[in-house]
């Protein structure tokens, strides 16, 4: 059975592209070269570098809050190609805003399910530090008191958190 990918957010790191080529069409090529090699190849060494890159250019995503919501779009939109690869039969959703109580929704980087039924709520966070963890881990005790049968992640490339956070917020969540 094939894997079914959702993509729900509207802005997708090849909008990032667009816009860069308008003024600068050689930078936004070398991204598109690196980015289409690290999701068709779902290359972690060309994820690294793209995101290297961005970083390298945050003058032409105008702002560091647009470079960093660019490095966080691409990972996610890596992370939901990589789950849909290994994910035979489950239906992957990136950025669906889920129901947790009273009709009060919240939005996950990444929703699994199989048959309709929520099997897990993944956060993805390129740089994690103290306050992004404790955010993600809150969003995903909500889903997990609303979900109870869900399993709940983070999954991160950098952390800067401290071990003992870590083995108290790894308590709390599946992984």
């Known amino acids: 059975?094939?894997?079914?990918?959702?993509?729900?957010?509207?802005?997708?790191?090849?909008?990032?592209?667009?816009?860069?080529?308008?003024?600068?069409?050689?930078?936004?090529?070398?991204?598109?070269?690196v980015y289409k090699e690290a999701i068709d190849k779902l290359s972690f060494k060309a994820l690294h570098k793209l995101l290297d890159l961005i970083l390298e250019n945050v003058k032409a995503f105008g702002t560091w809050q647009n470079a960093g919501r660019a490095r966080a779009y691409l990972f996610e939109e890596f992370m939901v190609k990589l789950l849909s690869k290994h994910l035979k039969g489950y239906r992957i959703s990136h950025g669906e805003r889920v129901e947790i109580e009273n009709g009060y929704k919240m939005e996950f980087d990444i929703v699994v399910k199989r048959d309709s039924k929520i099997i897990a709520f993944i956060e993805c966070k390129v740089d994690m530090d103290a306050a992004r963890l404790k955010t993600s881990a809150l969003s995903l005790m909500l889903a997990k008191s609303a979900y109870p049968s869900s399993k709940t992640f983070i999954a991160y490339l950098n952390s800067s958190v401290d071990e003992k956070l870590l083995e108290i917020v790894g308590k709390r969540i599946d992984c």
Do not use: G, H, V
């Open 1 to 33: 059975m094939k894997s079914c990918t959702q993509m729900t957010r509207r802005i997708k790191f090849t909008d990032y592209i667009r816009r860069i080529a308008e003024a600068n069409p050689k930078l936004a090529e070398k991204l598109y070269k």
